[in-house]
Nanobody
Framework: QVQFAESGGGLVQPGESLTLSCQTS???????MGWYRQAPGKERELVAL???????VYSDSAMGRFTVARDNDQNIVYLHLSKLKPEDTAVYYC??????????WGQGTQVTVSQ
Protein backbone atom coordinates (compact mmCIF):
# COMPACT_ATOMS: atom_id res chain seq x y z
CA GLN A 1 0.00 0.00 0.00
CA VAL A 2 1.33 3.41 -0.94
CA GLN A 3 2.40 5.58 1.98
CA PHE A 4 3.39 9.21 2.37
CA ALA A 5 5.36 10.91 5.14
CA GLU A 6 5.48 14.69 5.05
CA SER A 7 7.92 16.84 7.01
CA GLY A 8 9.49 20.28 7.12
CA GLY A 9 6.63 22.44 8.30
CA GLY A 10 6.88 25.00 11.04
CA LEU A 11 6.04 28.46 12.32
CA VAL A 12 7.41 31.28 10.20
CA GLN A 13 6.82 34.98 9.73
CA PRO A 14 5.27 36.49 6.62
CA GLY A 15 7.75 36.71 3.79
CA GLU A 16 9.88 33.82 5.00
CA SER A 17 10.48 30.46 3.33
CA LEU A 18 10.18 26.76 4.10
CA THR A 19 10.97 23.57 2.24
CA LEU A 20 8.65 20.63 2.72
CA SER A 21 9.59 17.04 1.97
CA CYS A 22 7.48 14.01 1.31
CA GLN A 23 8.96 10.54 1.49
CA THR A 24 6.82 8.12 -0.47
CA SER A 25 6.79 4.37 -0.63
CA UNK A 26 7.86 2.93 -3.95
CA UNK A 27 5.41 4.05 -6.61
CA UNK A 28 5.42 3.73 -10.39
CA UNK A 29 7.92 6.19 -11.81
CA UNK A 30 5.35 7.71 -14.18
CA UNK A 31 3.02 8.66 -11.34
CA UNK A 32 2.18 12.35 -11.21
CA MET A 33 2.71 13.58 -7.66
CA GLY A 34 1.03 16.50 -5.99
CA TRP A 35 1.11 18.70 -2.95
CA TYR A 36 -2.19 19.61 -1.34
CA ARG A 37 -3.13 21.72 1.64
CA GLN A 38 -6.05 22.08 4.01
CA ALA A 39 -6.61 25.23 5.99
CA PRO A 40 -8.82 25.27 9.09
CA GLY A 41 -12.47 25.10 8.13
CA LYS A 42 -11.72 24.63 4.45
CA GLU A 43 -11.56 21.72 2.05
CA ARG A 44 -8.29 20.26 0.92
CA GLU A 45 -6.99 21.93 -2.22
CA LEU A 46 -4.34 21.19 -4.80
CA VAL A 47 -1.21 23.32 -4.60
CA ALA A 48 1.16 21.84 -7.18
CA LEU A 49 1.76 18.83 -9.41
CA UNK A 50 4.98 17.40 -10.80
CA UNK A 51 5.43 14.69 -13.41
CA UNK A 52 8.24 12.15 -13.46
CA UNK A 53 10.04 14.16 -16.14
CA UNK A 54 9.77 17.42 -14.21
CA UNK A 55 6.77 19.17 -15.73
CA UNK A 56 4.99 21.28 -13.13
CA VAL A 57 1.57 22.76 -12.56
CA TYR A 58 0.70 25.26 -9.84
CA SER A 59 -2.45 26.66 -8.36
CA ASP A 60 -3.00 30.39 -8.78
CA SER A 61 -2.06 30.98 -5.15
CA ALA A 62 1.19 29.04 -5.49
CA MET A 63 2.31 30.42 -8.84
CA GLY A 64 5.49 32.46 -8.54
CA ARG A 65 6.03 31.65 -4.87
CA PHE A 66 6.15 27.86 -4.55
CA THR A 67 8.40 25.40 -6.36
CA VAL A 68 7.73 21.67 -6.59
CA ALA A 69 10.39 19.09 -7.36
CA ARG A 70 10.95 15.37 -7.04
CA ASP A 71 13.78 12.89 -6.66
CA ASN A 72 12.64 9.72 -8.39
CA ASP A 73 15.58 7.68 -7.14
CA GLN A 74 14.89 8.52 -3.50
CA ASN A 75 11.07 8.63 -3.83
CA ILE A 76 10.95 12.14 -2.37
CA VAL A 77 8.79 15.05 -3.45
CA TYR A 78 9.67 18.57 -2.35
CA LEU A 79 7.74 21.80 -2.08
CA HIS A 80 9.67 25.00 -1.53
CA LEU A 81 7.49 27.75 -0.15
CA SER A 82 8.67 31.34 -0.41
CA LYS A 83 7.17 34.76 0.25
CA LEU A 84 4.81 33.08 2.67
CA LYS A 85 1.57 34.78 3.66
CA PRO A 86 -0.75 34.19 6.61
CA GLU A 87 -3.30 32.70 4.21
CA ASP A 88 -0.78 29.94 3.40
CA THR A 89 -1.33 28.58 6.91
CA ALA A 90 -2.53 25.00 6.49
CA VAL A 91 -1.61 21.37 6.84
CA TYR A 92 0.29 20.34 3.72
CA TYR A 93 0.04 16.84 2.27
CA CYS A 94 1.49 15.00 -0.67
CA UNK A 95 -0.29 12.36 -2.69
CA UNK A 96 -0.75 11.20 -6.23
CA UNK A 97 -2.67 13.32 -8.73
CA UNK A 98 -6.44 12.95 -8.23
CA UNK A 99 -6.09 10.32 -5.50
CA UNK A 100 -8.89 7.76 -5.47
CA UNK A 101 -10.97 7.69 -2.28
CA UNK A 102 -9.19 4.58 -1.04
CA UNK A 103 -5.72 6.14 -1.32
CA UNK A 104 -4.36 6.79 2.16
CA TRP A 105 -3.14 10.22 3.21
CA GLY A 106 -0.18 10.88 5.43
CA GLN A 107 -0.34 12.94 8.59
CA GLY A 108 0.69 16.07 6.75
CA THR A 109 2.96 18.80 7.99
CA GLN A 110 1.68 22.01 9.58
CA VAL A 111 2.75 25.33 8.13
CA THR A 112 1.84 28.38 10.20
CA VAL A 113 2.58 31.88 8.95
CA SER A 114 2.18 34.51 11.65
CA GLN A 115 3.91 37.56 13.09
Amino acid sequence: QVQFAESGGGLVQPGESLTLSCQTSKIPSDTVMGWYRQAPGKERELVALVTDDGRKVYSDSAMGRFTVARDNDQNIVYLHLSKLKPEDTAVYYCNVENPPPWTPWGQGTQVTVSQ
